[in-house]
T-cell receptor, first 113, second 112 residues
Framework: ETAVFQTPNYHVTQVGNEVSFNCKQT?????MYWYKQDSKKLLKIMFS???????VNETVPRRFSPQSSDKAHLNLRIKSVEPEDSAVYLC????????????FGPGTRLLVL | GEQVEQLPSILRVQEGSSASINCTYE??????FPWYKQEPGENPKLIID?????ERKQTQGLIVLLDKKAKRFSLHITDTQPGDSAMYFC???????????FGDGTQLVVKP
């Protein structure tokens, strides 16, 4: 049963454009995450966020930024996309933090031309 | 460091045999070690996890072992079936850190 929702499923855009991906969880969890999964299936955490703190993976380029209106939503904005941003972006949530099961959304596949 | 190394990257086994995936971690403060399975076209899902107060955990054909001294943990799938074919990711995290680090994944292929 899906409880972490992501939109859109797919997005194709050109270099330099701005994109925004949405994520919503209905599990009542306190912490949400964004991951990037590349073509080799490598899974890299980009951000984790709860109502207390945002933790950024220091390797994430500054053109990426998370946006949250409440604990059920964590969107991802990419200010000026680059070809290497082509990947699947997975949103996840967990009850309190990283010591709990992470529930992943279906992902948003981004293709940058 | 916080890296998690996972091996092998690809594992091919015959149906009915066992499969083992090994991970090592750097930070001795890590105390939670989940394993996720990702089937083709699907999102990762937790299949089993182990905390640092345990050395072994077993559920439904899955066994995880944790060796804190060696900073190593492993997943063992007994009696593999074609449905076990998937990507498997290990991960490690520690308390009050709000960070989790994933291994690079193992592509398991179970041949009928």
């Amino acid at each position: 049963e899906t409880a972490v929702f992501q939109t859109p499923n797919y997005h194709v855009t050109q270099v330099g454009n701005e994109v925004s991906f949405n994520c919503k969880q209905t599990l009542g969890h306190d912490t949400m995450y964004w991951y990037k999964q590349d073509s080799k299936k490598l899974l890299k955490i980009m951000f984790s966020y709860n109502n207390k703190q945002l933790i950024v993976n220091e390797t994430v380029p500054r053109r990426f930024s998370p946006q949250s209106s409440d604990k059920a939503h964590l969107n991802l904005r990419i200010k000026s996309v680059e070809p290497e941003d082509s990947a699947v972006y997975l949103c996840a949530s967990s009850y309190t933090g990283d010591q709990d099961t992470q529930y992943f959304g279906p992902g948003t596949r981004l293709l940058v031309l | 460091g916080e890296q998690v190394e996972q091996l092998p990257s690809i594992l091919r086994v015959q149906e009915g045999s066992s499969a083992s995936i090994n991970c090592t971690y750097e930070n001795s403060a890590s105390n939670y070690f989940p394993w996720y399975k990702q089937e083709p076209g699907e999102n990762p899902k937790l299949i089993i996890d182990i905390r640092s107060n345990m050395e072994r955990k077993q559920t439904q054909g899955l066994i995880v072992l944790l060796d804190k001294k060696a900073k190593r943990f492993s997943l063992h799938i007994t009696d593999t079936q074609p449905g076990d074919s998937a990507m498997y990711f290990c991960a490690a995290s520690r308390n009050n850190n709000n960070r989790i680090f994933f291994g690079d994944g193992t592509q398991l292929v179970v041949k009928p």
